[in-house]
């Protein structure tokens, strides 16, 4: 089972180490990570495995959302599913 | 596989253009729950819901989680509660509407619907005490819906039952005159209704239906909108090739909540529903996908053919991406649930005659319209037997959900508040239609019902 995190917002020193650390604290492995900046908008999308996980799915979801509101940005958590199926026959 | 604009444009859709999913709805059955005593039948309803449907809206909540995606409403329909109420003559029937409010407050859904009849063909014991309690119940209750099938293209329309139904709605109106008549807001009449919507008011859970299943309802008007938008000058076989991708994106995300609530509750997943269901919400309009295809407003000449288009490429993108389509499947035109609607009624631009016309060719019906609360009950009657007309003739479900407001006239509005939103009085026809409506008995079922 693999996860979506989109990160949207102004750029800032360590948006990616902050991300990732929470999906290191939570057991969430890091596959593939494509970000870019764009004058000073920053906008990620990592891809992580959330098999191994040993808390909560939705309490991955809640510590994204909470870091977002933090920093200022937009994060997104959501099951890869969705963009599976919506944009596959 | 995942690419980046697949993943963006999913997040817009939810983020920007109110991309939800309507509606989870549990379809309960009641039928072993009939006990000749009402109270024993009250009790053993109440344990069934609950037993059923006591972990609906804990799932709702964590599917909104994994997916990202909004579920607005976790509500249940019932089998209609007439069959339950024939073995309990004599009985307060409203005691079965408390029960199920008792049960709506446990689970914590937002409706219960199938406070309803049956008598497309006539009425049976249980059913004319029921229809008669509804004003009743809807006074007394918060998230209980009704619902009554007055005809069908099968049997033809119940004249009784269309006249019985005009008195009901305006009485429903004048027993919460002082909540804005919102009884009248839970009550909904029907011709060809159907036994999988998961959609209220009219949602009930009907006799052929399994024991206990799973419905989606998906919303979406803002998607399809916005995707229009990025086409002015596409023509109008381009737009319905647009509108059928939108949708069938839109319909596999409520596949996917439908097949995912099914596994977690372990119940058998029934139908998504294709509808695109508006919000009073800016940017969640069905009028304003129609002004997008090149009409000034809503309701001016036009807008029955595109709604006709617009109605057919919702299904054809649709019904590829979900294994069982159901329920009404179609774009609703609920007056005082959408914005557009509403300020094109506000205008005097959108009226009761275009919008009968619009329900030939689209789901559902003369839905949420105000009416002047002076208007007599036969005139109600009047226009459901028109709208019952349209769906027997046509083969297709039509229903009415008027609501008289009570001491207002043309010019002053009614306030629902949130889905229900708000509705300006529509005025209709001053020339009676009494002398029909007192007539009773039946119209006669059309030549093409006769199949076999």
Same mark, same amino acid.
């Given at each position: 089972?693999?996860?979506?995190?989109?990160?949207?917002?102004?750029?800032?020193?360590?948006?990616?180490?902050?991300?990732?650390?929470?999906?290191?604290?939570?057991?969430?492995?890091?596959?593939?990570?494509?970000?870019?900046?764009?004058?000073?908008?920053?906008?990620?999308?990592?891809?992580?495995?959330?098999?191994?996980?040993?808390?909560?799915?939705?309490?991955?979801?809640?510590?994204?959302?909470?870091?977002?509101?933090?920093?200022?940005?937009?994060?997104?958590?959501?099951?890869?599913?969705?963009?599976?199926?919506?944009?596959?026959? | 596989?995942?690419?980046?604009?697949?993943?963006?444009?999913?997040?817009?859709?939810?983020?920007?253009?109110?991309?939800?999913?309507?509606?989870?709805?549990?379809?309960?059955?009641?039928?072993?729950?009939?006990?000749?005593?009402?109270?024993?039948?009250?009790?053993?309803?109440?344990?069934?819901?609950?037993?059923?449907?006591?972990?609906?809206?804990?799932?709702?909540?964590?599917?909104?989680?994994?997916?990202?995606?909004?579920?607005?409403?976790?509500?249940?329909?019932?089998?209609?509660?007439?069959?339950?109420?024939?073995?309990?003559? %004599?009985?307060?029937?409203?005691?079965?509407?408390?029960?199920?409010?008792?049960?709506?407050?446990?689970?914590?859904?937002?409706?219960?619907?199938?406070?309803?009849?049956?008598?497309?063909?006539?009425?049976?014991?249980?059913?004319?005490?029921?229809?008669?309690?509804?004003?009743?119940?809807?006074?007394?209750?918060?998230?209980?819906?009704?619902?009554?099938?007055?005809?069908?293209?099968?049997?033809?329309?119940?004249?009784?039952?269309?006249?019985?139904?005009?008195?009901?709605?305006?009485?429903?109106?004048?027993?919460?005159?002082?909540?804005?008549?919102?009884?009248?807001?839970?009550?909904?009449?029907?011709?060809?209704?159907?036994?999988?919507?998961?959609?209220?008011?009219?949602?009930?859970?009907?006799?052929?239906?399994?024991?206990?299943?799973?419905?989606?309802?998906?919303?979406?008007?803002?998607?399809?909108?916005?995707?229009?938008?990025?086409?002015?000058?596409?023509?109008?076989?381009?737009?319905?090739?647009?509108?059928?991708?939108?949708?069938?994106?839109?319909?596999?995300?409520?596949?996917?909540?439908?097949?995912?609530?099914?596994?977690?509750?372990?119940?058998?997943?029934?139908?998504?529903? =294709?509808? =695109?269901?508006?919000?009073?919400?800016?940017?969640?309009?069905?009028?304003?996908?129609?002004?997008?295809?090149?009409?000034?407003?809503?309701?001016?000449?036009?807008?029955?053919?595109?709604?006709?288009?617009?109605?057919?490429?919702?299904?054809?993108?649709?019904?590829?991406?979900?294994?069982?389509?159901?329920?009404?499947?179609?774009?609703?035109?609920?007056?005082?649930?959408?914005?557009?609607?509403?300020?094109?009624?506000?205008? %005097?631009?959108?009226?009761?005659?275009?919008?009968?016309?619009?329900?030939?060719?689209?789901?559902?019906?003369?839905?949420?319209?105000?009416?002047?609360?002076?208007?007599?009950?036969?005139?109600?009657?009047?226009?459901?037997?028109?709208?019952?007309?349209?769906?027997?003739?046509?083969?297709?479900?039509?229903?009415?959900?008027?609501?008289?407001?009570?001491?207002?006239?043309?010019?002053?509005?009614?306030?629902?508040?949130?889905? =229900?939103?708000?509705?300006?009085?529509?005025?209709?026809?001053?020339?009676?239609?009494?002398?029909?409506?007192?007539?009773?008995?039946?119209?006669?079922?059309?030549?093409?019902?006769?199949?076999?």
């Amino acid at each position: 089972m693999r996860a979506v995190v989109t990160v949207i917002g102004k750029d800032n020193v360590g948006i990616l180490h902050k991300v990732s650390g929470i999906c290191a604290e939570m057991g969430a492995n890091v596959i593939e990570v494509t970000q870019s900046v764009l004058q000073d908008m920053f906008a990620m999308i990592m891809l992580v495995d959330i098999t191994g996980m040993d808390k909560d799915f939705a309490e991955l979801v809640d510590r994204m959302s909470a870091l977002g509101s933090e920093l200022g940005l937009s994060i997104h958590t959501m099951h890869e599913d969705i963009f599976n199926s919506m944009h596959s026959v | 596989m995942l690419n980046v604009y697949n993943i963006l444009e999913t997040i817009r859709m939810i983020q920007d253009e109110c991309l939800d999913i309507r509606t989870i709805t549990m379809g309960i059955s009641l039928l072993d729950c009939i006990d000749t005593d009402i109270d024993r039948a009250c009790e053993k309803v109440y344990e069934k819901i609950v037993s059923r449907a006591g972990r609906l809206v804990a799932v709702g909540q964590q599917i909104e989680k994994e997916y990202g995606i909004p579920i607005v409403n976790k509500r249940i329909s019932v089998t209609p509660i007439a069959m339950l109420a024939a073995a309990c003559p %004599g009985g307060d029937v409203v005691k079965f509407a408390k029960a199920l409010q008792r049960a709506a407050d446990t689970c914590g859904v937002n409706f219960i619907g199938g406070y309803s009849a049956l008598v497309h063909k006539g009425f049976s014991a249980g059913d004319e005490a029921l229809i008669r309690s509804i004003p009743e119940a809807l006074a007394v209750t918060d998230n209980i819906c009704s619902s009554v099938n007055i005809g069908s293209t099968k049997s033809g329309i119940n004249m009784d039952a269309v006249a019985l139904m005009g008195q009901i709605v305006k009485e429903t109106a004048q027993r919460t005159a002082d909540r804005d008549c919102i009884g009248a807001a839970k009550l909904v009449v029907f011709c060809n209704a159907v036994e999988d919507n998961p959609f209220m008011a009219g949602a009930f859970h009907g006799v052929g239906e399994p024991d206990c299943e799973i419905h989606v309802g998906v919303s979406g008007p803002g998607v399809v909108r916005s995707a229009l938008s990025k086409y002015p000058d596409a023509s109008i076989n381009e737009l319905a090739d647009i509108i059928k991708k939108t949708a069938f994106k839109i319909t596999r995300m409520g596949q996917l909540v439908g097949a995912r609530a099914s596994e977690l509750l372990g119940v058998p997943f029934g139908i998504v529903d =294709l509808s =695109l269901a508006p919000t009073p919400a800016i940017g969640d309009s069905v009028a304003h996908i129609l002004e997008e295809m090149g009409l000034e407003m809503c309701g001016t000449h036009g807008t029955t053919a595109c709604l006709a288009m617009l109605n057919d490429a919702v299904k054809k993108g649709g019904v590829m991406a979900s294994s069982t389509v159901g329920g009404l499947s179609g774009a609703f035109i609920p007056v005082s649930e959408d914005a557009g609607m509403i300020d094109a009624a506000t205008a %005097g631009v959108l009226t009761i005659e275009k919008l009968e016309a619009m329900t030939a060719v689209c789901s559902v019906g003369l839905d949420m319209i105000v009416v002047p609360g002076e208007i007599s009950p036969e005139t109600i009657s009047a226009i459901i037997a028109d709208e019952a007309a349209i769906g027997m003739v046509n083969t297709k479900t039509t229903a009415v959900r008027l609501i008289p407001a009570i001491g207002k006239k043309e010019g002053e509005t009614l306030e629902f508040g949130g889905l =229900l939103g708000s509705g300006p009085v529509m005025p209709v026809k001053e020339s009676s239609a009494a002398k029909f409506i007192s007539r009773g008995g039946r119209i006669p079922a059309p030549m093409h019902s006769l199949k076999n």
